[in-house]
């Protein structure tokens, strides 16, 4: 991984920086680089393809977006962690042991988000990428309940 190659490499702290910056690892770029990369993958070892493929693919790079800034805020003020910013317990639900890890993030998100999207469907509403956001949010329940007052 591209940290460990920095790190590994014997790298004091202030050296790893400055590698760090003059490769443009971890910025913004590079995180929506790896992260689409790792959506590629992830959805295809699921055999997704598709419209859903496509759907599921732009919910991951929109929720990474808004939960962690694409990986620059990895721990929030409530105390949910990693890239898409799973709680304890639904990271357990998903059998996620490295919120950090992105690949194994990106595959609980995918799980998470297909079974939000199933959650909706019955619901009534429409699974769309920022349905399935404020499923991740609030849950399918909550969701159905905002929509009603509206």
Not at 26 to 51: C, E, H, Q, Y
Not at 102 to 120: F, G, I, M, P
Not at 125 to 142: K, L, Q, W
Request: net charge positive; glycine share 8%; proline share 1%.
């Amino acid at each position: 991984n591209s940290y460990g190659e920095y790190v590994c490499n014997g790298l004091n702290g202030t050296q790893h920086t400055q590698a760090r910056i003059a490769d443009n690892l971890f910025s913004i770029k590079n995180s929506f680089v790896r992260i689409s990369k790792t959506a590629d993958k992830v959805l295809a070892d699921k055999g997704i393809s598709g419209i859903n493929a496509v759907l599921l693919k732009q919910y991951l790079l929109f929720s990474v977006r808004s939960e962690s800034f694409y990986g620059k805020t990895m721990i929030s003020k409530t105390g949910a962690k990693g890239w898409w910013q799973f709680t304890g317990p639904v990271a357990k639900q998903y059998n996620l042991k490295y919120v950090m890890q992105l690949e194994e993030s990106a595959r609980a998100t995918v799980e998470l988000a297909l079974d939000n999207a199933k959650s909706l469907n019955e619901y009534g509403i429409d699974p769309t990428v920022e349905n399935i956001y404020f499923s991740h949010v609030i849950g399918a329940r909550g969701l159905s309940l905002v929509k009603k007052t509206m």
